[in-house]
Structure formats: structure tokens, C-alpha cells
């Protein structure tokens, strides 16, 4: 996929969705990273369905604090991984109270020095909540760049410099959701909606008549 090719896939995107957004249902930023953080190797569909009894009792991380971590682990216990969730953000929570006034920081080494928060979470919340020109690599958007050409590489880091280098400015800010949304929906992993597809006349793989399998390493 050449760069005029890249440019007409966001324009299309743009044009069919002009105000996308995260599937997590939040209220605050605090909030926001609390649901992206319970999210890892679990469905937005399975957090949407714990966080809103968490969140009416834990807004805040002083709440979460005070509501403890057997209460926060019973509240998520719905989720995968949920023991280690539970921990990771009874220590954040305390991060957030003693070194960020409870404030969500809004930079990239101060997120990623949150327990249980790495670059794809913080690329979230800085793209998300801050609205800076940041990509969170997931399996979708690491099979869509692959798949169409958009932004190949062999694994996430790859993929994200890629698509970075290569997004036209005007479309940066919303790429990570329109590609997330597209890799969930259209370009999916085992039966890609290719005749539906808003560029399928783009897609490197439909110009090669194959559909390869890109998966994240």
C-alpha cells in the first residue's frame, strides 16, 4: 500500500466515522485507565460488564483505597487475571495518591511507571484521555497493518513505528480507534468482511488474493 493509498484508507475511515472512540465505558480519566488496565487479555464486553459496580463504589483512587483489594477483586472477579488485576491497582491507587496528588499523570514514563501499566496502556491514555498522537498495538490493529500494508512489521513495536511514520498528520490522533474498530469488526481474524470492506479496493492482501494471518508477538 503506497502512501496515497494510506491517506484514502483514513479519509474513508474519517468520512464513515468522524468522532471515533474507545468501546470502554468511563466517566474520568481515572476511570478510563482503571477499565484499559482490567482490559488486558480480556474483552471491552466483559470490563464494561464488571466496572460499573467498581466504579459506583471506587471513582477515585482514594475510594479504591479505601474499598480495599478483596473488595476490588470481588468486584472483578468476572475478569481474567482478576487476583493480579486486583493488586495492580491497589498499587497504582497508592502511586496516584502519594506521587500525583491522585491526579492521572499525562506522560508516557510517568504512566509506564504505574504497577501493571506498559506502553500499550499508556499509549491508551495518552491517546484516549490526553488526545496526543499515540498508537496502543493490539492483536487488532497489529493484524490489520500487516494484512492491508498500512504498517508492517513483526511485532507490535515494529508495527507501531510503522503506522506512526506513515498516518498523515490530520488522521493521528484518531487512527488508533478507527484501526482497533476495523480489526474488530471488518478485517477480522478468521473471517474478514472483505466484500463489505470500506478499503478493499486498497488492501495489499486482496491485491495479492491472499489473507494472511498476521498475529502479535
Not at 142 to 166: H, P, S
Not at 186 to 208: G, H, M, Y
Request: glycine share 4%; proline share 5%.
Amino acid at each position: 500500500m503506497n502512501d496515497d493509498d494510506v491517506a484514502r484508507c483514513f479519509s474513508r475511515w474519517q468520512t464513515a466515522n468522524p468522532h471515533p472512540t474507545t468501546e470502554l465505558q468511563y466517566r474520568s480519566t481515572f476511570e478510563l485507565l482503571v477499565a484499559v488496565m482490567l482490559s488486558a487479555q480480556t474483552t471491552d464486553s466483559s470490563v464494561n460488564k464488571a466496572t460499573p459496580a467498581l466504579f459506583a463504589l471506587a471513582p477515585t483512587p482514594e475510594a479504591m483505597l479505601a474499598l480495599g483489594e478483596a473488595n476490588v477483586r470481588q468486584c472483578i472477579k468476572s475478569i481474567g487475571l482478576y487476583n493480579t488485576k486486583a493488586r495492580h491497582l491497589m498499587a497504582t491507587c497508592t502511586r496516584l495518591v502519594n506521587e500525583f496528588s491522585g491526579r492521572v499523570p499525562e506522560t508516557r514514563n510517568d504512566l509506564e511507571s504505574l504497577p501493571g501499566v506498559g506502553r500499550k496502556t499508556a499509549n491508551v491514555l495518552l491517546n484516549t484521555a490526553f488526545r496526543q498522537p499515540a498508537l496502543a498495538v493490539d492483536t487488532h490493529i497489529f493484524r490489520v497493518a500487516n494484512r492491508t500494508g498500512l504498517g508492517r512489521g513483526k511485532n507490535v513495536r515494529a508495527v507501531e513505528t510503522a503506522l506512526l511514520a506513515r498516518i498523515p498528520l490530520q488522521y493521528i490522533t484518531d487512527a488508533h480507534h478507527w484501526l482497533v474498530l476495523h480489526g474488530r469488526y471488518v478485517c477480522t481474524a478468521r473471517r474478514p468482511q472483505c466484500n463489505t470492506c470500506l478499503i478493499n479496493d486498497l488492501c495489499d492482501s486482496l491485491k495479492d488474493h491472499t489473507l494472511p494471518d498476521a498475529k502479535t508477538t
